[in-house]
């Protein structure tokens, strides 16, 4: 069965650091993109960040460069999203995703095939 399970959310004060895990069990993330989207309430999901299969290739949404980083560990089966300098606009529902049909990019509109289930960030003081 092909899983992707987020972990490592929660509250945090604006200006600390999170950092997202996206584990994948049932298959190996070797070949495919992976992306970070976020969804808040009332709001439609919108991409994050995402790289690509060969670790190469990576994007940010605008809101989120400089200080979100995204990278890859294929020995763990894992992908990261370093989350810095957190604004209360953060808050939303995480979910990673994994397509294997993007090659070396990766698109940051939510067209992948596998989905997780989401994990919640909240950033407040």
């Known amino acids: 069965q092909l899983q992707l399970v987020e972990s490592g959310g929660g509250l945090v004060q604006p200006g600390g650091s999170l950092r997202l895990s996206c584990a994948a069990s049932?298959?190996?993330?070797?070949?495919?993109?992976i992306g970070w989207f976020r969804q808040a309430p009332g709001k439609e999901r919108e991409g994050v960040s995402c790289i690509g299969s060969s670790g190469g290739y990576t994007n940010y949404a605008d809101s989120v460069k400089g200080r979100f980083t995204i990278s890859r560990d294929n020995a763990k089966n894992t992908v990261y999203l370093q989350m810095n300098s957190l604004k209360p606009e953060d808050t939303a529902v995480y979910y990673c995703?994994?397509?294997?049909?993007?090659?070396?990019?990766?698109?940051?509109?939510?067209?992948?095939?596998?989905w997780g289930q989401g994990i919640q960030v909240t950033v407040s003081s």
């Open positions: 995703a994994a397509d294997r049909g993007y090659g070396s990019s990766c698109p940051m509109v939510p067209e992948y095939d596998y």
């Open positions: 049932g298959f190996t993330l070797d070949y495919y993109a």
